[in-house]
C-alpha cells in the first residue's frame, strides 16, 4: 500500500501578480516563504520514503521544505509532475487573456476539458501525461505487504487533471475538483493492486488567513 501526500508549490511571483503561471519559472516570494515555513512543520513527522517534485523552482523549493526536518530521504525530479505548458499565454496578465485569445479564455473559463494553449498544450495532454507519471513513480515504489509514504509536489492545473482522474471522473467534470491554494495537501492512497482511493482534497489549514493566496487573491476555480 502507498499513501502519497500530494502538495502544491508555495506562492511564486506569478500567483501574487495575478499572471499565468504554467512552465514559467517564476521564483517564490516571501509570502511563500513564509507558508514554507509551516508546511515543514505541518509535515515534520510524516514518515516520508522518498520525496518526488516537479523540475521548476517553485516546486522544487518547496519540496525542499518538505525535506526541512527529515534526514536521509531522497528527492527525485520527475519532468511529469511539470505544469501545464501555456505556451503563449506563459506570463500573461489574467485580465489580458480574454481579449488577446478568446477562443481559448473561453474553453478556460467554461469548458476546460476542451481548452488548448496557443503553441502549448492541451487540458487533455495534460490530464494523460501526470496520470502517468503519478501511476509510474507509484508502481516504482510498491513494495506488497509494505506501508510506503511519498511525497509528490506539483502545480495547480496538473493537481487538478490527477484528482478528478483519480476520483473515476471523466475529464468533463474537471471542475468538480477545486483548486488547491499553495502548499495545500492532498492525500491518496494506493492499494496493493494499484488503486487509488482520494482521501483528502485542499487541505491547507497549516497556514493563517493572511499567508492565504486563494484568500488574498480571491482566486476562481479557474486560474493555473
Keep these: 500500500m502507498v499513501t502519497v501526500y500530494f502538495v502544491r508549490h508555495c506562492a511564486a511571483q506569478g500567483n501574487v501578480d495575478g499572471k499565468f503561471q504554467g512552465r ?54 520527475e519532468p511529469g509532475l511539470i505544469e501545464i505548458d501555456l505556451g503563449k499565454i506563459d506570463g500573461m496578465d489574467w485580465h489580458e487573456f480574454p481579449n488577446i ?3 481559448a479564455a473561453d474553453a478556460w473559463y467554461h469548458h476546460p476539458w476542451d481548452f488548448k494553449a496557443p503553441d502549448g498544450e492541451s487540458m487533455k495532454d495534460v ?10 513513480i ?36 474537471f471542475d468538480e475538483v477545486p483548486l488547491t ?7 491518496v492512497r494506493y492499494d496493493d493492486a494499484g488503486v487509488p ?9 497549516h497556514l493563517t488567513p493572511e499567508l492565504s493566496v486563494a484568500k488574498k487573491m480571491g482566486w476562481g476555480a479557474k486560474k493555473a
Design 138 to 173: 507509484v508502481q516504482k515504489e510498491q513494495e506488497p505487504g509494505r506501508e510506503k509514504t511519498l511525497c509528490l509536489v506539483t502545480h495547480g492545473c496538473a493537481l487538478r487533471n490527477y484528482l478528478c482522474r483519480a476520483k473515476g471522473l471523466p475529464i468533463e467534470r
Design 24 to 77: 514559467i519559472d517564476c521564483d517564490i516570494t516571501d509570502l511563500g516563504r513564509k507558508q514554507l515555513d509551516l508546511l515543514a512543520v505541518r509535515l515534520r513527522n510524516v514518515p516520508f520514503a522518498a520525496v518526488y517534485t516537479s523540475p521548476l523552482v517553485r516546486a522544487r523549493k518547496t519540496a525542499e521544505a518538505v525535506l526541512r526536518y527529515h534526514e536521509g530521504v531522497p528527492l527525485y525530479i
Design 181 to 187: 491554494d499553495n502548499t495545500g495537501i492532498c492525500k
Design 197 to 205: 482511493e482520494v482521501l483528502v482534497v485542499g487541505d491547507a489549514s
Design 127 to 136: 490530464w494523460d501525461r501526470v496520470w502517468g507519471a503519478v501511476n509510474a
Design 101 to 103: 485569445y478568446p477562443e
